[in-house]
């Protein structure tokens, strides 16, 4: 078997007992399989080995490989989980089917106007800094609730859940607590929260879909 897939099953396999050990119902979870730096022969057999939701962090590097996968796999679902410039939002609306880093009004002012303009509509998650980190994208927690208001209310923008990339030096743990509960304040039923490192705790936290790159498809 392909490193690739026996890595893949060993994650459904983990996602399935973290979910059992949650409480939580059997397929609560989404993989997001993130497959940023690897090349369309590398994907090819996880798609083939049954995985469909995919995550990537450039718009420019996600046009170079997935419009031909998705083209041969109708039921792919195409996540960005990397920081969105407002120049690129036209692509961005065009290419991806979830979009996790919405951030800051411009974004989602050019978001709206991409969605009225192509007729499609991504679904649609903010990002929270939930260490409140200079160099990070993301709102500040403090400002969370308000931001997906705003973007409900002035830029007609229906967002469905939250994303956090937590500091790499902390217990993750009090991060997705946080996300956890900024969600429930502001209505939203999604989180997008945990990586190859953490998955199984953000499932503990609630995490509705984890991000996983190196676990699957080796080190970057
Ligand atoms: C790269 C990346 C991941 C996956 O990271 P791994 O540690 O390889 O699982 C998850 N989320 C975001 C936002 C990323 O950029």
Not at 211 to 220: K, Y
């Amino acid at each position: 078997m392909n490193d690739a897939v026996a890595r893949l099953e060993q994650v459904r396999d983990n996602i399935a007992s973290a979910e059992r050990e949650a409480g939580r119902a059997s397929g609560a979870v989404t993989l997001v399989a993130v497959s940023k730096t690897f090349d369309s022969d590398a994907i090819a057999p996880v798609i083939e080995a049954g995985q469909r939701v995919f995550g990537e962090n450039r718009v420019q590097e996600a046009q170079g490989k997935w419009p031909a996968l998705k083209a041969a796999h109708a039921d792919i679902e195409l996540h960005l989980i990397g920081p969105l410039q407002s120049n690129k939002a036209k692509e961005a609306v065009a290419l991806f089917d979830v979009i996790e880093t919405v951030d800051r009004e411009k974004i989602a002012a050019e978001l709206a106007k991409e969605i009225a303009r192509q007729g499609k509509a991504p679904r649609l998650y903010v990002q929270v800094n939930t260490g409140s980190e200079p160099q990070k994208a993301g709102v500040d927690p403090r400002e969370a609730t308000a931001f997906v208001n705003r973007c409900r209310d002035m830029h007609g923008l229906a967002i469905e859940g939250l994303m956090c990339i937590p500091p790499v030096d902390e217990n993750p743990g009090p991060h997705f607590a946080l996300l956890e509960k900024l969600a429930r304040e502001a209505g939203l039923e999604k989180l997008s929260m945990g990586m190859s490192s953490d998955y199984e705790l953000a499932i503990a936290f609630g995490a509705t879909s984890v991000r996983v790159g190196s676990a699957i498809f080796g080190a970057r």
